[in-house]
């Protein structure tokens, strides 16, 4: 099924609309999925998603600043705890990411060994900050 709502333009302050996502919890506790339709509609302002059955929702954003932030602890930060979920997103698991725009860390498509080569250079060795968000 498909799931829309509409949201005020005006209240998204400092974000862009492009960047609103509807997520989807698909386990418990507290394991989302990103289940937005791209692109969202902003001439008519309505985010919608898909899914099979229903769960709770909440309306977020995905990636605000920089890239890095790949297990999307709400503080932000970029750390060896990003390194860890990159690795098993690229190689292990291959789980889908909660944003997967944090995960483009070297700022270019795909996600792939590049961005983890780029986190490791920024956590320990040149401290090159990650690529803006798109
Ligand atoms: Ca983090
Ligand atoms: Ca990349």
Do not use: Q
């Not at 956590?123 to 990650?130: E, M, N």
Request: charged share 25%; net charge negative; hydrophobic share 40%.
């Amino acid at each position: 099924m498909e799931i829309c709502f509409s949201y005020d333009p005006d209240v998204v302050v400092n974000v862009r609309e492009h960047k609103l996502r509807l997520f989807y919890r698909v386990g418990d506790p507290d394991v989302w999925e990103d289940i937005t339709l791209l692109p969202v509609d902003k001439a008519g302002n309505i985010l919608c998603g898909r899914t099979d059955s229903l769960s709770p929702f909440f309306i977020g954003v995905c990636c605000i600043g920089t890239t890095g932030n790949v297990d999307g602890d709400p503080d932000d930060i970029v750390d060896i705890g990003d390194l860890t979920l990159l690795i098993d997103f690229l190689f292990i698991s291959k789980e889908k990411l909660l944003c997967m725009e944090e995960a483009n860390i070297d700022g270019t498509d795909p996600m792939d060994i590049g961005d983890l080569t780029a986190l490791i250079d920024y956590l320990f060795i040149s401290f090159t900050p990650p690529a803006e968000c798109l």
